[in-house]
């Protein structure tokens, strides 16, 4: 990845993130990676928790389901590992 520092208001991940998507030349691939991008970040951040009591939930979302963010964990880690392989 880029190492550069962070753009403004974005972390040191986020800007190493931006940079590369905007590094990759236009066509197809990268229209896929971005929307695959765009929908796996809208799946983290919209899980839905059925876990949530008087005291607050089991992790940092109300709206988060316990077995949903397990799935998407394995996802990712499949992803990983599928990139890791590589």
Known sequence: M????????LSPAESQIV???????????KRR?????????????HPGCPEMQADGV??????????ECRQLAVRVDLLRAALDRN
């Open 2 to 9: 880029i190492a550069l520092e962070a753009l403004p208001g």
């Open 19 to 29: 940079l590369a998507l905007r590094e990759l030349p236009e066509g197809s691939l």
């Open 33 to 45: 990676l971005v929307s695959f991008l765009d929908e796996l970040a809208d799946l983290v951040r």
């Open 58 to 67: 089991p992790c940092v979302s109300a709206t988060a389901s316990c077995e």
